[in-house]
């Protein structure tokens, strides 16, 4: 049995994307954030972290039960468990982790940083708001030349690496990034989130914000 605490957001979606894509039944578990739920004393007991998302699989390895928080981490554990969408060797596989980093430590915290500054600051902070705001363009240039030269962010095959780059990029509104002015990233986009599993985790992760009274 897999159990996903999530929300309906960026980092989160990831994780049911790679299982509906895998084709593996879970049971998912709305986390609300806007409540700050993930900072409540019984969620930091299964993620010290305090975030979204978390992955608990009864069947870990050795048999074991296995709680695994990060979501580039935890679609490492689900393709190495299934054996799909992360080649095993070679330089096939080391593209996907070269594209895995580069979502997660460049576009996805650019994104939350210029989304925090134009949205949630307290007061204005231009000159760090630019900052992550240029970031967002130069990032997005070099992966807009990647995909100019790839059907998928590490090859022509689809794999996990796609899926970590979609979770921003679906919620891309929040740092007020336009795929217009990225051609391929939007054709890649597309591409992506024509995908029937994709279509899936979307309609489950969105289900999980309550309707407002
Ligand atoms: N590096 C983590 C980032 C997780 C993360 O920042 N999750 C956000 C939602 S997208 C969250 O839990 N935010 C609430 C908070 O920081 O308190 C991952 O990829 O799983």
């Known amino acids: 049995m897999i159990n996903v605490y999530a929300f309906a957001t960026p980092n989160s979606v990831r994780v049911p994307i790679a299982l509906e894509e895998l084709g593996l039944p879970y049971v998912l578990t709305a986390i609300n954030v806007r409540k700050g739920e993930q900072k409540q004393p019984?969620?930091?007991?299964?993620?010290?972290n305090g975030k979204v998302p978390v992955l608990v699989d009864s069947d870990g390895p050795g048999g074991k039960s296995l709680t695994l928080?990060?979501?580039?981490?935890?679609?490492?554990?689900?393709a190495e468990k299934t054996g799909k969408l992360l080649p095993m060797y070679g330089e096939a596989r080391f593209r996907v982790l070269e594209q895995m980093f580069f979502h997660l430590t460049g576009?996805?915290?650019?994104?939350?940083?210029?989304g925090y500054f134009q949205k949630q600051a307290p007061e204005p902070q231009p000159s760090a708001q630019a900052r992550f705001e240029n970031e967002i363009v130069r990032v997005m240039?070099?992966?807009?030349?990647?995909?100019?030269?790839?059907?998928?962010?590490?090859?022509?095959?689809f794999t996990i690496a796609d899926i970590v780059?979609?979770?921003?990029?679906?919620?891309?509104?929040?740092?007020?990034v336009d795929l217009q002015l990225y051609p391929n990233v939007?054709?890649?986009?597309?591409?992506?989130?024509?995908?029937?599993?994709?279509?899936?985790?979307?309609?489950?992760v969105n289900a999980l914000i309550p309707a407002l009274a």
């Open 141 to 157: 240039q070099v992966l807009d030349g990647i995909l100019a030269e790839r059907t998928y962010v590490a090859s022509d095959e």
């Open 69 to 78: 928080g990060e979501s580039g981490a935890i679609l490492i554990y689900l």
């Open 107 to 114: 576009i996805g915290p650019a994104m939350g940083q210029a």
């Open 186 to 204: 939007q054709r890649w986009h597309d591409l992506i989130d024509g995908r029937p599993a994709v279509q899936k985790a979307l309609d489950r």
């Open 165 to 176: 780059h979609f979770g921003w990029m679906w919620r891309r509104s929040f740092a007020d």
């Open 42 to 48: 019984g969620y930091l007991a299964i993620n010290p």
